[in-house]
């Protein structure tokens, strides 16, 4: 339906004319929500106005020069008021359906790809946000955070694949981005191009035209437990961080969830141990998880209840420097971290006939495949030893 808009005068005070738009049929107000037929602009006139809305040229003579100015200003402001509402109520009968389509198009297209990844990374949770937010950042330094809808390509894409595998990682400025990071962050990428398609932001299916970054199979460095023997054996100037990392490798819980742990999440049943009554923190996952009593002979003795287990425990590269130092005491040439305690209590419990099932639960993965990373080591190891013994034919 097109609304017709008219511009008329009403006589005001002091000889003027007060300018307003007139609506047929009437427009919901603004402000109320009322039906309305009238605008009026705040502009006036000292003369009139002809059928039409345009100045009347035989009373505007008549104006002295300073009147005649002044109409003709807000005449013009009022000109344009005019057109500007008028298109604006009628614009959907002003296209045609294949217009106003072209129109939505390249509307979607001028959104900004930047703000709707960031979106996207808020409604993750947990270590997932983490990984989106990441990504997140590189995508910004690598478009100096403007990237159009209208601007994604292959091409680009092919470039920002070329960039994660080349650039600096934002951790530390003297090495390169992993690899495998480098293809977790571009599949988040890829992620966000599915969505938008399916969104209907993205004309085109980008996500099936690009190719991802394949990971690569890393080397999970763990420990044997004649390793683990010495290291028992072996003093650490920081004992807190020993007993920690000893625990670690008892239970196969994380550094962060070790730093946050609380005695009040300690209990123990009659007949059954001790258990672990936890939020993992990377996954946000509750656990109820047993524990053994030699890695409850690593705590201290038991405090409060909302006070931690391992209370002034610290993970830099200052406390880093006592575990390298314990690990070369203890006679151990293996590169190894805080998290590689973790893969050792798996590894280990691999080793020793664990279920693979059951070794993903203590572990808290929430996919099958996270874990069957260390059944690989088992065999591969297995195969090693198989290989050991050789007959001289």
Known sequence: ???????????????????????????????TGELTRRKFLGLYIFGRLNKE????????????????????????SAYKIWRDIENQLNKPEIYSDYEKERLRKKELGEQCFIEYF???????????????????????????????????????FEDFKEYLLTTKSKRSDKTTLSHNSAASYFNKVKAALKQAYKDGILQTDLNSKISPIKSVETRREYLTIEELNKLLKTPCNNDLLKRAALFSALTGLRFSDIQKMVWG???????????????????????????????????????????????????????NKHLFQWIGAAGITKDITFHCFRHTFATLQMFNGTDIYVVSKMLGHKDLKTTQIYAKIVDDTKRKAADKIQLDF
């Open 1 to 31: 339906m097109v609304i017709k808009v008219k511009l008329r005068q009403k006589a005001i005070s002091g000889n003027r004319q007060s300018l307003y738009l007139d609506f047929y049929p009437p427009i919901p107000h603004p402000e």
């Open 53 to 76: 809305g345009m100045l009347d040229k035989q009373v505007n003579k008549k104006l002295s020069p300073l009147d005649q100015v002044h109409d003709f200003n807000n005449h013009n």
């Open 118 to 156: 960031r979106k996207l990374a808020n409604k993750r949770k947990a270590s997932n946000h983490d990984n989106w937010v990441s990504a997140l950042n590189y995508i910004e330094a690598f478009t100096n955070g403007k990237l159009k809808f209208a601007d994604l390509n292959e091409k680009f």
């Open 265 to 319: 999440e300690l209990e123990y049943i009659e007949g059954q141990g001790y258990f672990l009554n936890f939020s993992q923190k990377k996954t946000k996952g509750i656990e109820y998880y047993p524990i053994s009593e030699q890695a409850v002979s690593l705590l201290n003795e038991k405090g409060e209840p909302t006070a931690k287990v391992f209370e002034g425990l610290k993970y830099s590269a200052y406390h």
